[in-house]
């Protein structure tokens, strides 16, 4: 989990001839959900800083790399959008944030011109910090070996850290992403280091659930690239305009009234809850899965395992 400072306050640059930094002690890289493994860095980045008596930097990227340099990109799924990545920095406590314009002339680069002129020259790194996967420039061709050459060749110190590890397992954004599509909630959430949460906003829906007693908001996801957990009941929380509410959702096709069961549908049932809340924006928080989803012989057969799901969820919530 986050060791955060107290005032929590982070500088953000989208341009980088205005970024001014005392030594600074950087890392870089695409940080998709901010993971335990990625707080690891960040927290060395911090004491690095703390006892050179320098500045922490996170140099990351905007749009996400693959949107660039994969054309026609259709199967990218993020753990965490921009803003929640933004959020999360702030929560670590470093103190500046850049976030670089990724474009097609940047991804040309070589890892040679990303260290002269972006490490050195731009941001006169005096410290890098680098996960143990570290690859960075065209083609990702940049490692460590080569670091340890620039830094020797520019006058910077380098330091690398080994795989984060939970339950003998190497955390990373990509085990992560298959946790969540099985819906592995609680997986997720431990290599996390934090509850995965959806943002969206509560929008028209048939009002089926309206009719069996279990009204749901459906939700349309704030942005198309989020991964959305894979199909199933979920316990989760909403937070609707600065309040939580329990409740369960459902991913899935809803095949006990959807014939076809081609479409996706994202549904919360909030508990005790009979606000209008139409068009709102909403951010579901997860915290595990109740089952999977699968059709039943009828209204009341689905009705009498919604009854069921909740006392499931709520025992889950409470604990």
Not at 86 to 95: E, H, N, P
Request: glycine letters at 8%; a positive charge; charged letters at 25%.
């Amino acid at each position: 989990m986050f060791v955060t400072n107290q005032k929590e306050i982070v500088k953000i640059y989208h341009n980088i001839d205005s970024f001014r930094g005392i030594k600074p002690i950087v890392t870089t890289g695409t940080f998709d959900g901010v993971h335990l493994g990625h707080q690891q860095v960040i927290q060395r980045l911090k004491d690095i800083a703390r006892r050179e008596g320098g500045e922490s930097v996170i140099f990351t990227f905007d749009p996400h790399p693959r949107l660039i340099t994969s054309s026609g990109e259709q199967t990218l799924r993020l753990l965490t959008t921009q803003e929640e990545k933004k959020q999360l920095f702030a929560k670590s406590g470093i103190d500046h944030l850049i976030v670089y314009p990724f474009t097609k002339a940047f991804s040309e680069l070589s890892y040679a011109e990303f260290v002269k002129e972006i490490l050195v020259d731009k941001i006169n790194t005096s410290c890098l910090v680098v996960g143990y996967d570290h690859k960075f420039g065209k083609n990702r061709k940049g490692g460590f070996d080569y670091l340890q050459n620039c830094a020797n060749q520019f006058n910077f110190k380098i330091e690398k850290l080994e795989a984060f590890q939970v339950d003998e397992t190497h955390v990373s954004s990509t085990r992560i992403r298959k946790a969540l599509e099985e819906g592995e909630i609680v997986k997720a959430n431990r290599y996390l280091g934090y509850r995965y949460t959806l943002h969206g906003r509560v929008v028209e829906g048939v009002r089926l659930g309206r009719k069996i007693g279990f009204p749901t908001a459906n939700i349309e996801a704030s942005d198309k690239y989020k991964l959305i957990p894979g199909y199933g009941v979920y316990a989760v929380e909403a937070e609707i305009s600065g309040k939580r509410y329990k409740g369960m959702l459902n991913i899935g096709t809803r095949p006990t009234f959807n014939k076809n069961a081609d479409n996706r549908s994202i549904e919360v049932h909030i508990f005790d809850f009979s606000q209008d809340i139409y068009n709102k924006k909403i951010t579901l928080i997860f915290f595990d899965k109740i089952r999977d989803e699968r059709k039943f012989s009828g209204i009341e057969a689905l009705t009498e395992q919604l009854m069921l799901d909740k006392i499931s969820a709520l025992k889950l919530l409470s604990s």
